[in-house]
Structures are given as C-alpha cells and as structure tokens.
C-alpha cells in the first residue's frame, strides 16, 4: 500500500512510503475517531492513502517538535 504524507498546514509534501503486508490496525490508523479519520486521511487510485501530517518546520513553528 502506498501512503502520501502532506503537511496539513503549510500543505508541502513530506514524504511516500510503501508498506506491504500492513494492516491499517498495524498502522496504528484504526485508533482514530471517525472525525479524525475524515479529517487526515484520504484515498486515490494513482496516489493511494494521503495522509495530512506535520512538515518539520511547521511543528516547530507551531511547537509540537
């Protein structure tokens, strides 16, 4: 599975990862709330799972780092 991480402040792109053979409760993506769940991730054909994050300099910016 293909997952796309955007920064969901600055909505630069962070990084893909390609995780075979993962479930998304191995991900840890089956602790979010359905609200949660809305909010951050999303799902294409060609780009697989987007996922909107933190870019470095926008946790420090924001002090979450």
Same mark, same amino acid.
């Given at each position: 599975m293909k997952i796309t991480y955007y920064c969901d402040n600055c909505s630069s792109y962070i990084n893909t990862a390609r995780v075979e053979g993962l479930s998304l409760a191995e991900l840890g993506l089956d602790a979010l709330t359905e609200k949660k769940w809305l909010d951050i991730i999303k799902?294409? #054909?060609?780009?697989? *799972? *987007?996922? /909107? /994050?933190l870019? #470095? /300099?926008c946790a420090e910016k924001l002090g979450t780092l």
């Open positions: 799902y294409t #054909d060609e780009d697989g *799972i *987007i996922l /909107s /994050s870019c #470095d /300099s």
